[in-house]
């Protein structure tokens, strides 16, 4: 296989040029792509045609492209190929605040020593600029050894991810032609949390939906009603309350109907990362895990759905006290969903559970938030194997598929409009304080991700 | 018995007074006594200072007298009498805010015909100038009926009641000797909802606390931890959920250990005031009273405990959404306390249920708010039945004995520090707007008010 066996040419191509490929990462942190601030639109598009041109000079066809928001950049490598695939990233950046608790300016990109290794530090170092030029550098070095790019590589870059990404649907279904591929590659996830590298093949999805009880037409004086008014934050504990029962189970009816049990194959992968929920736990000042009883650490986190409170809020919770009995109050609620759930389903049980609670002279309002369902790849999918071998060859250590607690939007949109599964894989760690001050990426998560990309590749392509 | 014989003289004399009287507290209310607020300072004490003046004219021994706060106005009439009565009202008014939804200058006091009769109308017309008139109006005409004033009384007004009296305890036990009498008289309160006579003969006390339940260290994101991490927020609506039962009953325990059924008398007596619950909750929008099965309306205001949720917060409650796992959850309640129950003991009834509820990395810290204990009077003080005729002489209605959902602390002062009893007389109606733009007090309320203060003091001096 030529891809293979000039892969060894394409890595050494890769560590002889990392130090040129850290002064490109750190020009391109340097330029502030804030996308969420208007301030910086002129700093975010700069980004965009900065990351053009870099495509161009590889040789791909790359343009910047209008949306009603921050501009996309798409770029393509010649037709053909073993199957088309579509790279991933967003060049824009979480805002810096607070500032002051940054070590230097945030877009003054450094390499430091640290006593995990080197780092670089910056805005956007890791989430999503160094991420995204792993795959980038590994193109480069490709193209450096063979003269060409793989054929029949698509790559799109958003500058909206941030702020919930609200031109991507829009731009999918408007290109999707051009777009639609047989597998995404997605480079915005981390390393499992001892570093072991690792495919994320399953995330949970969303329901948020928001209450409001009302009571009296008016805040009343818990002296003069108290004892026979309805009391809205009374009403609303109480449903709430009533979600889970004492073993931690969701007691909305029908809420576990269609959820699978794990393969075979997961529950023994994720047994073998030894997660240990009381060490996780302790990380954030907790040590007990609540959720059902019968259930692991990692079902509980990416393969079981939840139902939690986000916010509350009622009568008077400022200074001092008021004697007040509300005339209404609210509450933000969401459930992680699993694959076999259907977030319109849960949103309606959600709310005839409410309603139950409600007295006759009382109402409960209800106000939809985002909702998308789980996501779970198909890993039969001979990819998903391929990729595992070549991260494993990569880090020296087995690759494991894992799961995911949150979305990842985007998949869910390339599920939606275009039909197809993502692979994500990334280097992030941990301790790399994405969308907090003094961010960073281990230069090894940098120079190992580009390394892998060019493994993964000369096996798909 | 003399004073018997010249009530008649004294009531045709108010009669006769009433154009002046009128006018007496029209210059009353154009000084504008907001006692709570700083720059109002000087025309708090030009009240004091007008009112301590009247009383001298009336032949009272009246002096400003100063404290940590707002000064207290203290008049004496001559020694001896059947026995020592204290009038107490306040002489400070609440803030005008929003000034803009009067429908003239709040202090321009005027007497305007509405359809409910002629009013006066200002703030403090009602609370508390209105009513404390009505008594210094009686004894104006008692004064140029007899030629002396009744032995025995001493006068107490307050300029800082608006603003929870935080100089009235030190005054009470700095001057109790020359304050204590047999009986306080308080003209603060309203005729029951139907315009009839009333004396409020106990009062429900108060204990309110604030908990805060402490979770993770930081807030979490609902994708990472959701499932495994304790919610405060959910911590928190279990644990004030099961306050209460399904039929409205406190489940804490010892709750309502100590508490006395209400005496055959006071049954009979409230029976007949033909409280409708359904028609009192449809004025506030509302229609079906809660609270326990087996209790009529008015035991579930006036004298049945309550527990109530005055504020709760928690999470995100703004605007959009975020999918957090907060740090910590709060909430302040409150309990209404009746006769035998002891405030202290019914917070750590309160502390101890909520302590059930929380996971052990969790943590409930407590913050106590203030507390009173309840107030009943001692009815068989033959001034309750001679106050009653009176009442009811002046009204040609049967005069009530009522209860009060909420405390007047003065009363529960005057028992602590003095150990004395009040007798609680007032003549404000339900739509004279305290505390609200356009206040009034109906010119019955005041003409009636002072009468009824004349035939009470012909038959208790």
Redesign the interface.
Known sequence: MTTMSRLEDVLSALDADLPQALERLKAFIRIPSVGTDPAHDADTRQAAEWLCAQLQDLGFAASVRETSGQPMVVAHSGPGGRRKLLFYGHYDVQPVDPVDLWTGDPFDARVEDTPQGKVIRGRGACDDKGQLMTFVEAMRAWKQVHGTLPDGLVMLFEGEEESGSPSLRRFLQDNADELRASLALICDTSLYSDGRPAITTQL?G?M?D?VVIR????D????????????P??V???A???V?DADGRVTLAGFYDGIEELSAQLRADWADLGFD?TE??GR????????EKDRT?LE??WS???F???????????E???????AE????I?C?LVAGQDPDRIRETFRDHVRRFV????TAAFHA??SAPASRMDISDPAFAAVRLALTEEWGREAAFIG????IPVAGEFREVLGMDSLLVGFARDDDRIHSPNEKYNVESFAKGARSWARIMARLV
């Not at 009571?215 to 008016?218: E, F």
């Not at 939690?308 to 400022?318: D, F, M, S, T, W």
């Not at 001092?320 to 509300?326: A, D, E, I, S």
């Not at 007295?359 to 009382?362: I, V």
Request: aromatic share 4%; hydrophobic share 40%.
């Open positions: 949970r969303l948020g928001e009571a009296a037409d008016r009343l004086h818990s002296g003069s009603f108290g004892g026979l008014a309805a009391n934050i009374q609303l504990a109480t709430l309350a009533a889970k929920a996780f736990l954030v000042g907790l040590g007990q895990p609540v959720g650490g509980l986190l079981r759905p939840t939690e409170i986000n916010g509350i809020a009622g009568g008077y919770a400022g001092g006290f008021k004697t007040v009995l509300p109050a609210r509450a933000k969401s992680r007295p006759a002279d009382c938030h985002g995911a607690g949150g979305s």
